[in-house]
C-alpha cells in the first residue's frame, strides 16, 4: 500500500534555484518563460521560518512551484524570509511581488496570515495562498489547509509498533495550535495502538522567532535527551529543525520519523535515511501546484481548501523497505487508516 501524497507519488524533486538579492531582503529565485504578456509573470512563493532546503515544509512548496513553472510554461520566484522580520515585512514583500505581476502569490506558512490579508485587499485581481491558515476570508484568498493529525495519528500507530523499549518521542517546533494539532494525533495513535509504550513530548520553543522551526541544533538537543531518556522512536514537526532530530536519531541507531516531506528522499538527509522510519506527508507540494493551474485556468476561488486523509493530501510515507517489510505495523496501519477515512475513528486536534 503507498503512503505518499499524490505529488510526491508523481515523483517531483526539488530543483535548484538560482539564488539573487532582492528588494525587500533575503534571496529569490526567477525563472522566464512566462506565457503572458508581463501582466502575470507565474507563481511566486514567500518562504516561512527555515526557508529553502529545510528538506521538509517550505522544500514541499518549492516542489510545487518548480512543477507547475514547468508544466504549465510560466514563471516562478522564490523569496527567502529574514530574521527577526515584522508583519510590515511580510507584506512588503508580497506586494512586491503582486505589483511584478506574479499571480498567485502564496505565502508559505500560518505567520503570513496578517500580511496576506492586508495585501490581497489592495490587489483584487490577484490570486493570493496562504498555507496553514483558513482565517481570511475573501474572494481572491486560498487559505490552503490540512489534516496533520490524521497523518500524525498514523505516525503514532507507527511508532507504537516499532518501539522495542515502549518509549517514543515527540519534537515540536514551536507551542502553538499547528503543532499541537501533530501533537494530539501522534499521541492519539500510539495510545490506541498499544496503552503501555510512555510518550515524552516536548516543544523547541514558545515562539517560531526564537528558532523553533530553524534551528537544528535544538532540534538534536532535544532529541538526544529523549533518546537517552529511553525513547528509541522520536517523531518531529520542527520543520529546519528536524534535521537535528534525525541526526541525533541516526548517531544512536533508532528511529526517526519525519513530517511534511518524505524525508527519506531528502539528498541532504542521505547519510541518516536508513535510520527514517516514515514521513508524516501533506502534500503542500500540491496545494501551491493546483492554485497554480486554477490561475492559469482562470477557476481561482477564494476560501478555504483543505487536504486530508482520504483525498490523499496527508499521508504516511513508506520509501523506507524496512518499514514496509514489518507486516504486523502495515496491517495496524491499513486498519488505522481505513478507520479515519470511514469516521469510524475521530482524530483530535488538541490534547
Known sequence: MRRVSRIAAAGIATAALAVSATACGGTSSDAAGSKSDGKDKGVAIAYDVGGKGDQSFNDAATAGMDKAAKDLKIGKKAVEPTDGESDADKAQRLTELAKQGYNP?????????PAVKEVAAKF??????????????????????FNEEQSSYLAGVAAAKATKKKSVGFIGGVNNPLIRKFE??????????????KIKRQFLTEKAEDGGFSSPDKGKEGASGQIEGGADVVYHAAGLSGQGVIEAAAAKKVWAIGVDSDQYKQKA???????ILTSATKDV???????????????????????????????????????????????????????????????????
Open 269 to 275: 538527509l542521505a547519510k541518516y535515511k536508513k535510520y
Open 184 to 197: 494530539a494525533g501522534f499521541v492519539q495513535g500510539v495510545q490506541a495502538t498499544d496503552k503501555s509504550v
Open 285 to 351: 507540494a500540491g496545494a501551491v501546484y493546483n492554485l497554480t493551474k486554477s490561475v492559469q485556468d482562470d477557476k481561482a476561488k477564494g476560501g478555504v481548501v483543505r487536504a486530508d486523509l482520504a483525498s490523499g493530501g496527508v499521508a504516511l510515507a513508506d520509501s523506507n523497505p524496512e518499514f514496509k517489510n514489518m507486516k504486523d505495523l502495515q496491517a495496524a496501519l491499513k486498519k488505522a487508516e481505513q478507520d479515519i477515512v470511514s469516521g469510524k475513528i475521530k482524530v483530535k486536534t488538541a490534547l
Open 105 to 113: 502569490v502564496i505565502g508559505i506558512g500560518y505567520a503570513y496570515a
Open 124 to 145: 483584487p485581481k490577484t490570486t493570493f495562498g496562504i498555507v496553514d491558515d483558513a482565517t481570511i476570508k475573501a474572494n481572491n484568498v486560498s487559505d490552503l489547509v
